[in-house]
């Protein structure tokens, strides 16, 4: 066809050479390379490539003439000799095309004639003219690749990677993998209902659902959400924290051994989510203000917070210990620790140097496959989860406690001592005084009320 359009050879090397490109992102990706949609996401891959504006017209017009041979009887032997001429590997079975008379329609579909043949025809045209393909089934690749990109670029934490990724399989699946381009607001609707009436999800469960699919719609399928109306919610019932008593708590620390029990006094001595205690490092600490500074938190934001005074001597005592393996860690030819975002490339020695070692480092090397390198992780989260829980139920205490629970005691007992909620606030890193406000629930109410003259008091 190529030679038939006069077509100069080095025109119909980048023509064969962007089929060529066509052909592999589809094998990649898992694409039926004969459906228009995976043109439109070839091109999507084009522009994320940064290739310029007439490289993504040459690769649309190369695959849209590769669409009119596949859909030319006497063409579609050539469509074959051509792929195969040019080392492509042909994976996929066109479907059979119907032929449907000029100026008919079935399902919809607009039928192929000689005006829409023309070399001139658009990539919509050609999209018209193509076979619907299934409405489920479809592949879903290219969505979690692009999810983890936007997620990625808003430098979100991998939790919520995961959390999303999680119910994006489940959107999938309630859709039965529908075209992804086809979704539409009835979906969400259909599924959130589904979650809450079927399934019976807690209402944070169908809120974080909800929060999942209006990302994915936003920044990954690039549609408005529009404003959700008919959907079934979730009871939410109102939720009071578990709080130790001081007791309670120095009966849970007795029962654990060190690192753990370190972790345990900071959790409620500062107030600190377990992830931010166990990605603590060692230039956290400011021994001489007496400070501990909190990097990265819930929300990628730092604060402060006082450093327990009682605590500064086994504190240093730690930092002791991390100083030796980092020694030994040295002598080994370790590649050092991990760093966030991108710091190890812009500080390629920092990795290295001490200040960014773990202050609660994992008791043994990680050997990473490529490139073949020695890094330390931090303690895992579930040792600490493990400890504390054995050591909940070796104390006997009564009461539904979890690591967690050190942060909420925190919070409690300041305010039992009359702190000022928005001190607290501070404190625990809350962006909102609601998320504080709960903790009122969880002292005893000393408001007075018998009224009297602020003259009087």
């Known amino acids: 066809m190529l030679v038939g359009k006069s077509f100069p050879d080095e025109a119909r090397a980048s023509y064969l050479k962007w089929l060529r490109f066509y052909w592999d992102f589809c094998n990649k990706y898992q694409y039926d390379p004969y459906r228009s949609e995976s043109l439109s996401w070839f091109l999507h891959k084009l522009v994320e490539k940064r290739q310029s504006e007439q490289q993504q017209k040459q690769a649309g017009h190369s695959i849209t003439m590769f669409y009119r041979m596949k859909y030319n009887p006497v063409a579609s032997t050539e469509a074959s000799q051509l792929a195969n001429s040019s080392g492509i590997s042909v994976r996929y079975q066109p479907a059979p095309v119907t032929i449907v008379p000029a100026g008919t329609t079935e399902t919809g579909a607009k039928p192929l004639t000689p005006a829409n043949q023309d070399n001139s025809a658009t990539l919509d045209e050609i999209n018209q003219t193509a076979y619907a393909g299934p409405k489920t089934g479809n592949s879903w690749v290219l969505v979690y690749d692009s999810l983890n990109s936007e997620i990625k670029i808003r430098h979100y934490s991998p939790k919520t990677l995961k959390s999303y990724r999680s119910?994006?399989?489940?959107?999938?699946?309630?859709?039965?993998?529908?075209?992804?381009?086809?979704?539409?607001?009835?979906?969400?609707?259909?599924?959130?209902?589904?979650?809450?009436?079927?399934?019976?999800?807690?209402?944070?469960?169908?809120?974080?659902?909800?929060?999942?699919?209006?990302?994915?719609?936003?920044?990954?399928?690039?549609?408005?959400?529009?404003?959700?109306?008919?959907?079934?919610r979730a009871k939410r019932r109102p939720?009071?924290?578990?709080?130790?008593?001081?007791?309670?708590?120095?009966?849970?620390?007795?029962?654990?051994?060190?690192?753990?029990?370190?972790?345990?006094?900071?959790?409620?001595?500062?107030?600190?989510?377990?992830?931010?205690?166990?990605?603590?490092?060692?230039?956290?600490?400011?021994?001489?203000?007496?400070?501990?500074?909190?990097?990265?938190?819930?929300?990628?934001?730092?604060?402060?917070?006082?450093?327990?005074?009682?605590?500064?001597?086994?504190?240093?005592?730690?930092?002791?210990?991390?100083s030796e393996v980092y020694e030994a860690d040295s002598k080994a030819k370790f590649a050092g620790t991990f760093l966030p975002d991108q710091l190890e490339r812009k500080y390629k020695n920092a990795a290295k140097e001490f200040i960014w070692q773990w202050f609660f480092p994992a008791q043994s090397l990680t050997l990473l496959r490529e490139p073949q390198e020695?890094?330390?992780?931090?303690?895992?989260?579930?040792?600490?989860?493990?400890?504390?829980?054995?050591?909940?139920?070796?104390?006997?205490?009564?009461?539904?406690?979890?690591?967690?629970?050190?942060?909420?005691?925190?919070?409690?007992?300041?305010?039992?001592?009359?702190?000022?909620?928005?001190?607290?606030?501070?404190?625990?890193?809350?962006?909102?005084?609601?998320?504080?406000?709960?903790?009122?629930?969880?002292?005893?109410?000393?408001?007075?009320?018998?009224?009297?003259?602020?003259?009087?008091?």
């Open 167 to 232: 119910w994006t399989r489940h959107f999938q699946a309630f859709t039965q993998s529908k075209d992804f381009e086809a979704l539409n607001q009835k979906d969400v609707v259909d599924f959130l209902s589904h979650l809450a009436v079927v399934k019976q999800v807690s209402a944070s469960s169908q809120n974080q659902a909800f929060n999942a699919l209006l990302f994915l719609y936003k920044h990954v399928l690039k549609k408005e959400f529009g404003e959700i109306k008919g959907v079934a």
């Open 374 to 457: 020695y890094k330390r992780y931090p303690i895992h989260e579930s040792v600490v989860q493990k400890a504390i829980k054995q050591a909940v139920n070796h104390a006997k205490i009564t009461k539904r406690a979890s690591a967690h629970s050190f942060r909420h005691s925190f919070a409690s007992h300041l305010l039992q001592a009359n702190y000022d909620i928005r001190t607290i606030q501070e404190l625990l890193g809350h962006s909102d005084l609601r998320t504080t406000m709960i903790y009122t629930h969880t002292v005893q109410s000393r408001t007075l009320k018998q009224a009297r003259s602020p003259l009087d008091f």
């Open 239 to 322: 939720y009071i924290p578990v709080v130790l008593s001081r007791e309670e708590i120095d009966l849970i620390v007795e029962h654990l051994d060190e690192p753990v029990k370190l972790i345990a006094k900071l959790l409620y001595g500062c107030g600190l989510r377990l992830f931010e205690c166990l990605n603590l490092r060692v230039h956290c600490f400011n021994f001489d203000a007496g400070i501990l500074t909190i990097h990265d938190g819930k929300g990628k934001k730092d604060r402060t917070v006082p450093l327990p005074q009682t605590l500064v001597p086994t504190l240093k005592q730690q930092l002791r210990k991390v």
